[in-house]
């Protein structure tokens, strides 16, 4: 694709409830990343996913949170009995790899916006 | 404290000023240094990359690292109101990026 989508783009739910957000990166990259972007709090890194290697979880801010990937292409986040405090914008972001000096370059989606009632 | 410090402004020019926005890190393990432009409901785009210390320019843009000092900077050359924006200076030694809190530009006409 052209760049990478991000779905929905706006989500309200109330607090307790499930949500999923989805992403789908550019095609051919090989890694994939999940952020949240809170008023005041700048970008936090939450997960990463490459290939086919186990991902790298140590930004998940508890384990209501969980992501997968599925054939190293899509990836969904999930967050279980949402909080207000989840009420933020995830941002998905894609790379070629991190092997490679320009791997590093990280191309981000629109996000969603994530509203807990 | 936070592995990069920046300080969020809000920061307002007139069109045509030059603009410089800084950033603090802490980490010397960091060699990828970033800078990305955020519109207002927007996802961050890449607008400078540099490795190590240096200068490279790109138009009006130059982005500046200096790592005995661990500093990073942009400036802007005749800044117009099409670059008022949230500049967002990020770092990478690892997988993840880790950023600043961002500089939120105004660049009135």
């Known amino acids: 694709g052209a760049g990478v989508s991000q779905s929905p783009s706006n989500k309200v739910t109330e607090k307790g409830k499930d949500v999923e957000l989805r992403c789908d990166p550019i095609?051919?990259?090989?890694?994939l990343y999940w952020y949240r972007q809170s008023l005041g709090q700048g970008l936090e890194f939450l997960i990463y996913?490459?290939?086919?290697?186990?991902?790298?979880k140590s930004g998940l801010p508890s384990d209501r949170f969980s992501a997968e990937r599925t054939g190293g292409s899509v990836s969904t986040l999930t967050i279980q009995r949402t909080q207000q405090e989840d009420s933020a914008v995830y941002l998905c972001?894609?790379?070629?790899?991190?092997?490679?000096?320009?791997?590093?370059?990280?191309?981000f989606g629109a996000g969603t916006r994530l509203s807990v009632l | 404290q936070k592995e990069v410090e920046q300080d969020p402004g809000p920061l307002s020019v007139p069109e045509g000023a030059i603009v410089s926005l800084n950033c603090t890190y802490s980490?010397?393990?960091?060699?990828?240094f970033m800078w990305y432009r955020q519109y207002s409901r927007k996802g961050p785009e890449l607008l400078m990359y540099?490795?190590?210390?240096g200068n490279k320019e790109d138009g009006r843009f130059t982005a500046q690292v200096d790592k005995s000092s661990k500093y990073i900077s942009l400036f802007i050359r005749d800044s117009q109101p099409s670059d008022s924006a949230t500049y967002l200076c990020?770092?990478?030694?690892?997988?993840?990026?880790?950023f600043g809190k961002g500089t939120t530009l105004s660049v009135s006409s």
């Open positions: 972001a894609s790379s070629l790899s991190t092997g490679t000096s320009s791997g590093y370059i990280q191309y």
């Open positions: 095609s051919g990259h090989t890694a």
């Open positions: 996913f490459q290939g086919n290697s186990a991902p790298d």
């Open positions: 980490n010397s393990a960091f060699q990828y």
């Open positions: 540099t490795y190590s210390s």
């Open positions: 990020a770092s990478q030694a690892g997988t993840a990026l880790i």
